[in-house]
């Protein structure tokens, strides 16, 4: 009994001296792993943001019944109409100072609005020559959906859901395509006040004219053309209990608009010489296409930046100005609660300018693709497809999306790679 109760106590001094020890060490652990986390995290910050162009991939179709997502969150959203609605209710009557809220042209983006119509023009005449040229590069589209193929035969992916494509097996059925299934530029109303009549009423639909939404989209920007008139202004508009209240006489304001598309028409004039040279090649043509997308594409953006573009949440409608069209024609999903007016919200670039996703062919003369190794090969817009096709460098932007790095394996050796 002595002999148990001391070796008891020396037990129980023996577990008083290692449990600190135990938890310091412990801490000591658990501390430098925390350590070693924060480095893990910040070396891939860094790795991250080394990057110029991450490996991406094409973004993932919407589903039918679902809302495009918002490009502004929703609670920002919320918190810019209270902020609104409360410097409304402090000052009814204000003046706007802000172009082009005001009903004013912003000086810098005038010359930007020149130079993405006049990038547009080159870009629809180089795809001209590029699609219907003597050394075209053959566009296949699918009779049955928006499918599109740059090759001379249509690959035998199973990706089609137009009519009865379950009896084909989801196979397409090819035809000749032609420009607008390379590079789709959507429609939309002309308004000939942006601030004034902000809105195309359903009445209104059958007399106001329609053109692509990017020359609108110039025109509001301060491109005068002939035959799309616009309202100019010298002075910015008042809001009076959130109404736009403008005061300036009408003879001023059309004295304005002849003295500015004069001047356009002098930009235009100019602008239009530099036209493509006849004994350029067909890498240089199609290099000199691509340069112009690219550049519609950076002066869409700095031009949306400042001039609101608004889409469809449902469908591809497009509204260049402050607010949406209430003609109803919608006929996307939901559209019955709606009574056929189209969910406005806020629109991207490629709300504007379509990119239209196709496969990537690595030679023209290549086997077809077929649909066991689809996961192998890349995709890219049809325009910059077109353009490698015909010998214009890739695009740094697209390398990774069209998958130049991987190599596709035979077809009896698929199932063997992992």
Request: some cysteine.
């Amino acid at each position: 009994m002595l002999l148990q109760r001391l070796l008891m106590q020396h037990y129980s001094w023996i577990k008083k001296r290692q449990i600190p020890q135990t938890q310091i060490n412990l801490s000591a652990l658990f501390g430098t792993q925390r350590v070693c986390d924060n480095k893990e995290t910040e070396d891939t910050e860094e790795n991250e943001e080394g990057k110029n162009f991450p490996y991406a991939d094409i973004p993932k179709p919407a589903k039918k019944w679902e809302r495009k997502p918002y490009p502004t969150p929703m609670k920002v959203l919320i918190q810019r109409a209270k902020e609104e609605k409360q410097a409304r209710q402090e000052n009814p009557c204000h003046l706007l100072e802000h172009a082009p809220e005001n009903g004013l042209l912003v000086p810098d983006l005038t010359e930007v609005a020149h130079q993405v119509y006049n990038a547009r023009e080159s870009l629809l005449r180089g795809l001209s020559k590029l699609v219907n040229g003597d050394a075209a590069i053959p566009v296949k589209r699918c009779r049955f959906c928006s499918e599109v193929h740059i090759g001379h035969l249509g690959h035998e992916i199973r990706s089609c859901e137009g009519p009865k494509c379950g009896s084909r097996n989801s196979i397409h059925v090819w035809r000749r395509g032609g420009i607008r299934d390379v590079v789709g530029f959507p429609y939309c109303y002309h308004l000939h006040d942006r601030v004034g009549k902000p809105r195309v009423g359903h009445k209104e639909r059958f007399g106001i004219q329609r053109l692509p939404a990017m020359v609108e989209l110039c025109i509001q920007a301060g491109l005068d053309l002939e035959g799309y008139r616009t309202k100019r202004r010298t002075k910015p508009v008042y809001s009076i209990d959130g109404r736009i209240v403008d005061f300036e006489p009408e003879e001023e304001a059309m004295a304005v608009e002849e003295a500015h598309e004069s001047v356009n028409q002098c930009l235009n004039t100019s602008s239009m010489d530099n036209t493509f040279e006849e004994q350029a090649t067909m890498s240089e043509l199609s290099a000199r296409t691509l340069q112009s997308w690219l550049e519609i594409r950076s002066g869409a953006m700095k031009l949306m930046k400042k001039y609101s573009v608004v889409t469809c949440g449902y469908c591809p409608e497009v509204q260049v100005g402050p607010k949406g069209h209430k003609v109803r024609m919608c006929k996307a999903s939901k559209h019955q609660h709606r009574d056929g007016l189209h969910a406005w919200q806020e629109a991207t670039i490629d709300d504007l300018i379509r990119p239209n996703y196709v496969w990537h062919l690595r030679d023209l003369h290549a086997p077809l693709l077929v649909n066991e190794l689809k996961r192998y090969y890349g995709k890219a817009p049809a325009i910059v497809e077109l353009c490698v096709q015909a010998g214009a460098p890739v695009p740094k932007q697209y390398r990774s999306m069209m998958r130049l790095d991987v190599v596709p394996p035979e077809l009896d050796e698929h199932d063997l790679v992992a």
